[in-house]
């Protein structure tokens, strides 16, 4: 009666522990479908398949499973094609190169190399990219157009080529930034029809003053002697740490960091000393006392009659380290095997008559039954690791 009661308690319970771990039906994706056998109800590790209708890319996982009620991982995504009509060549000038003007579908993250018309300069670079249906298709600038005075400066730059009176239509000027500058844009600008192309931008570098380095107590990683203003290139990045001696004081285990030059202004964290304090030692003394230790500082460890220090490291001294005192310092008792103990387990040494040795922390003693008996099922294993002081004895029964 009692069983049947449980069979139909279970069967009532099982839809409730089902929709625990349930998903709700998957998303639909744009310009894609699911493609895998579709289900009334989706339970724990349940799979899905995306695909993305011709012509269109899948950008994420293949695949989603059920797991804990979410489905894992993200929704992909289908990325559109680029379409380049042959009325959109021509009117750029263009060709696709082999000098063939068609339409054409290019999937997205796929290139195509574009060249111009004979007479006209192409604005480089010449091979674009499809990204999600877009393309940037390139310039070109007729060589029989009107001429340009002279080229506009940019700011933080200079213009590395020869400088002239007036440039032909499809010439162009070449600049480059001063040094820390970083450039934005195409380092070329061209003459077309009578006016520059877009010149590009020098960006600004990040500055790090040396005294704000020296007081939050950091230095230039690998770097004797660093400048009075250290300068960050946009987009790049400089690694710093902190002194010997300091740690970082957001986060005490590291010391080395990184600052990322992005055009905001650069935040420097601060760097705190190395301290321990004094280390608390039960059933030991240690030497020198003080109420502070810094980085580096030795203490050596005396433990009482009796106890053996943990870990022994032949010097019994440790060390302050940014981490705290290392290795951790503890006095702790000696294992020792008691005859009482085993005569009350029915055990003995396995590899030596004594019946009471000393056993150093962290090795290992093997132990045996004695004649007429057998181990107990239930007993521990009969290798025993001295740990803290303290043996697990295993246990034997009469055969």
Same mark, same amino acid.
């Given at each position: 009666?009692?069983?049947?009661?449980?069979?139909?308690?279970?069967?009532?319970?099982?839809?409730?522990?089902?929709?625990?771990?349930?998903?709700?039906?998957?998303?639909?994706?744009?310009?894609?479908?699911?493609?895998?056998?579709?289900?009334?109800?989706?339970?724990?590790?349940?799979?899905?398949?995306?695909?993305?209708?011709?012509?269109?890319?899948?950008?994420?996982?293949?695949?989603? /499973?059920?797991?804990?009620?979410?489905?894992?991982?993200?929704?992909?995504?289908?990325?559109?094609?680029?379409?380049?009509?042959?009325?959109?060549?021509?009117?750029?000038?263009?060709?696709?190169?082999?000098?063939?003007?068609?339409?054409?579908?290019?999937?997205?993250? /796929? &290139?195509?190399?574009?060249?111009?018309?004979?007479?006209?300069?192409?604005?480089?670079?010449?091979?674009?990219?499809?990204?999600?249906?877009?393309?940037?298709?390139?310039?070109?600038?007729?060589?029989?157009?009107?001429?340009? $005075?002279?080229?506009?400066?940019?700011?933080?730059?200079?213009?590395?080529?020869?400088?002239?009176?007036?440039?032909?239509?499809?010439?162009?000027?070449?600049?480059?930034?001063?040094?820390?500058?970083?450039?934005?844009?195409?380092?070329?600008?061209?003459?077309?029809?009578?006016?520059?192309?877009?010149?590009?931008?020098?960006?600004?570098?990040?500055?790090?003053?040396?005294?704000?380095?020296?007081? /939050?107590?950091?230095?230039?990683?690998?770097?004797?002697?660093?400048?009075?203003?250290?300068?960050?290139?946009?987009?790049?990045?400089?690694?710093?740490?902190?002194?010997?001696?300091?740690?970082?004081?957001?986060?005490?285990?590291?010391?080395?960091?990184?600052?990322?030059?992005?055009?905001?202004?650069?935040?420097?964290?601060?760097?705190?000393?190395?301290?321990?304090?004094?280390?608390?030692?039960?059933?030991?003394?240690?030497?020198?006392?003080?109420?502070?230790?810094?980085?580096?500082?030795?203490?050596?460890?005396?433990?009482?009659?009796?106890?053996?220090?943990?870990?022994?490291?032949?010097?019994?001294?440790?060390?302050?380290?940014?981490?705290?005192? $290392?290795?951790?310092?503890?006095?702790?008792?000696?294992?020792?095997?008691?005859?009482?103990?085993?005569?009350?387990?029915?055990?003995?040494?396995?590899?030596?008559?004594?019946? $009471?040795?000393?056993?150093?922390?962290?090795?290992?003693?093997?132990?045996?039954?004695?004649?007429?008996?057998?181990?107990?099922? $239930?007993?521990?294993?009969? &290798?025993?690791?001295?740990?803290?002081?303290?043996?697990?004895?295993?246990?034997?029964?009469?055969?």
């Amino acid at each position: 009666m009692k069983a049947w009661l449980l069979l139909v308690a279970v069967l009532l319970l099982w839809p409730g522990f089902s929709s625990q771990n349930a998903c709700d039906e998957p998303d639909e994706i744009d310009f894609g479908e699911i493609v895998s056998a579709e289900k009334a109800k989706y339970l724990e590790n349940d799979r899905v398949q995306y695909r993305c209708y011709p012509s269109y890319v899948l950008e994420g996982p293949e695949w989603i /499973q059920c797991k804990g009620q979410e489905w894992t991982p993200h929704l992909p995504k289908c990325l559109a094609p680029c379409s380049i009509t042959r009325q959109q060549l021509a009117a750029k000038n263009l060709f696709v190169f082999g000098n063939q003007r068609k339409a054409r579908l290019i999937q997205s993250n /796929q &290139r195509i190399q574009l060249q111009c018309n004979k007479g006209h300069v192409l604005v480089v670079p010449s091979v674009r990219k499809c990204v999600d249906g877009y393309m940037d298709l390139p310039l070109c600038i007729s060589e029989r157009g009107q001429n340009c $005075s002279g080229p506009p400066r940019t700011e933080n730059g200079d213009i590395t080529t020869l400088s002239e009176k007036q440039y032909r239509s499809g010439s162009s000027v070449e600049f480059r930034c001063q040094t820390y500058y970083a450039l934005e844009g195409q380092k070329r600008s061209f003459c077309d029809n009578g006016t520059w192309t877009k010149v590009p931008i020098c960006l600004d570098p990040c500055m790090i003053p040396k005294t704000e380095l020296e007081s /939050q107590k950091i230095e230039v990683k690998d770097e004797i002697d660093a400048p009075e203003n250290i300068f960050v290139q946009r987009g790049h990045s400089i690694e710093l740490t902190c002194r010997t001696g300091y740690v970082l004081a957001a986060n005490s285990s590291q010391s080395v960091f990184v600052i990322q030059c992005d055009g905001t202004p650069p935040v420097i964290p601060k760097c705190k000393e190395i301290t321990c304090n004094s280390p608390r030692i039960s059933n030991g003394t240690f030497r020198p006392q003080r109420t502070i230790y810094h980085d580096g500082d030795l203490v050596r460890i005396h433990c009482d009659n009796g106890f053996t220090f943990e870990p022994d490291n032949g010097e019994k001294v440790v060390e302050c380290t940014k981490n705290g005192w $290392s290795p951790p310092p503890k006095c702790i008792t000696p294992c020792t095997t008691r005859e009482e103990d085993m005569r009350q387990r029915n055990i003995r040494l396995k590899w030596t008559q004594q019946l $009471s040795i000393y056993i150093e922390e962290g090795n290992l003693i093997e132990f045996r039954c004695i004649r007429g008996y057998q181990p107990r099922p $239930s007993s521990s294993s009969f &290798r025993v690791q001295c740990m803290e002081g303290k043996l697990h004895y295993p246990d034997c029964i009469p055969i």
